[in-house]
C-alpha cells in the first residue's frame, strides 16, 4: 500500500526546459492545473503529498521521479523505505537532487546515492515484483545502472539492464513501460519482444499510442493520461479502475505521468 508521494509544481520558466517533442510551448496556467488535477487524483488514490515549492532555478524540476529512486516497503513488507538518490543524466538537472536532499530524508530515513561518473534518472527504473527493470538510455549510463544494481542486490532485489538508446521517441524506460501489480506488465510494441519481459502477462500498447505506457498504478487505481479510450478500456477488461488526466503540457516537455511524482 503507497501511503505518500512528493511533488512539485512547475516553476513559470517551465518552457525553458528540456524538450524533443516537437508540439510547442507548454502553456503555464494549463500546466498548473494539469499538475493540480493529478495531486488531486494522488489525494484521491489515498497519498498523503508532500509539496515542494516550484524552483526557477531548474524548470524541469516538476519532473521529481528523476531525483531519486524510492524501495518501498510494497515490495518487501520486511524492509523500512531507503532511497537512493540519482545523478541526473542531463548537466542542466543535476542540481535538482540537492534541493530535493533535505526533504526526502526528512521522509525517508535511510538513503544513498548515485556518484560520478555514473549518471541514472529514477524515470530509467521500473521495479516489477521485487525485480528492477534499469534503462541503460542517453540519461542513464551503465556506471550508474551498475551502482543501482549493487545497491539493490544488497537489499535482496535482482535487477537487469535494458539498453533504450536505439529506440526512437524513448527518453526514459518508463516513457514505455509500467508494471501495474499482479504480474501485469505495461509494454509498448517497440519493447514487448524482450526476453526479460517473457515472465510477465503484457499490456501491449501500439505504436501510435505509445505516450499512454507511462502510467502509474496507485493503490485501487491507475493513472492514466487522458485521450487513449482502447487503452482504459484494456485496463478495465483486467479490472483495473483507471483515472484519466491531461497531460498535455508535460507531454509538451517530453515528461509522462510518472515523472510528476515519487511514491512510496
Ligand atoms: C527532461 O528532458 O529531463 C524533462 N524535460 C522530462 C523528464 C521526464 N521524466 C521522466 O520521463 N521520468
Known amino acids: 500500500m503507497l501511503t505518500s508521494a512528493v ?3 512547475p516553476a513559470p ?4 526546459g528540456l524538450t ?7 502553456n503555464y496556467g494549463r500546466a498548473l492545473e494539469q499538475h493540480e488535477a493529478y495531486c488531486a487524483a494522488l489525494e484521491r488514490c489515498g497519498l498523503r503529498l508532500t509539496r515542494l515549492k516550484a524552483d526557477p532555478n531548474y524548470p524541469d524540476s516538476t519532473f521529481v521521479e528523476d531525483t531519486a529512486v524510492v524501495l518501498s516497503p510494497r515490495s518487501r ?4 523505505p531507503q532511497i537512493v538518490l540519482t545523478r541526473a543524466g542531463a548537466p542542466s538537472r543535476r542540481g535538482e537532487v540537492e534541493s530535493c536532499r533535505s526533504i526526502l530524508a526528512g521522509l525517508v530515513p535511510s538513503s544513498h546515492e ?10 530509467d527504473v521500473c521495479e516489477a515484483q521485487m525485480h528492477f527493470f534499469i534503462g541503460i538510455s542517453e540519461r542513464t549510463n551503465e556506471v550508474g545502472a551498475q551502482q543501482l544494481a549493487k545497491l539493490l542486490a544488497r537489499q535482496g532485489y535482482a535487477s537487469s539492464f535494458i539498453d533504450i538508446r536505439n529506440f526512437d521517441g524513448l527518453l526514459h524506460l518508463k516513457s514505455g513501460l509500467a508494471y501495474l501489480g499482479d504480474n501485469h506488465l505495461v509494454v509498448t510494441e517497440a519493447l514487448a519482444d524482450r526476453t526479460e519481459f517473457g515472465g510477465y502477462d503484457l499490456v501491449r500498447v501500439n505504436s501510435d499510442d505509445e505516450y499512454v505506457a507511462n502510467c502509474v498504478r496507485v493503490n485501487e487505481y491507475v493513472l492514466v493520461a487522458a485521450g ?8 478495465r477488461d483486467l479490472g483495473y479502475q483507471t483515472i484519466a488526466l491531461e497531460m498535455s503540457e508535460f507531454q509538451k516537455m517530453d515528461g509522462g505521468l510518472s515523472c510528476l511524482s515519487l511514491r512510496f
Open 228 to 235: 487513449y479510450p482502447k487503452f482504459e478500456e484494456q485496463l
Open 13 to 16: 520558466n517551465f518552457f525553458e
Open 7 to 9: 511533488v512539485r509544481a
Open 77 to 80: 513488507s520486511d524492509l523500512l
Open 20 to 26: 524533443t517533442a516537437g508540439l510547442g510551448a507548454p
Open 114 to 123: 548515485i556518484k560520478s561518473p555514473g549518471t541514472l534518472d529514477g524515470g
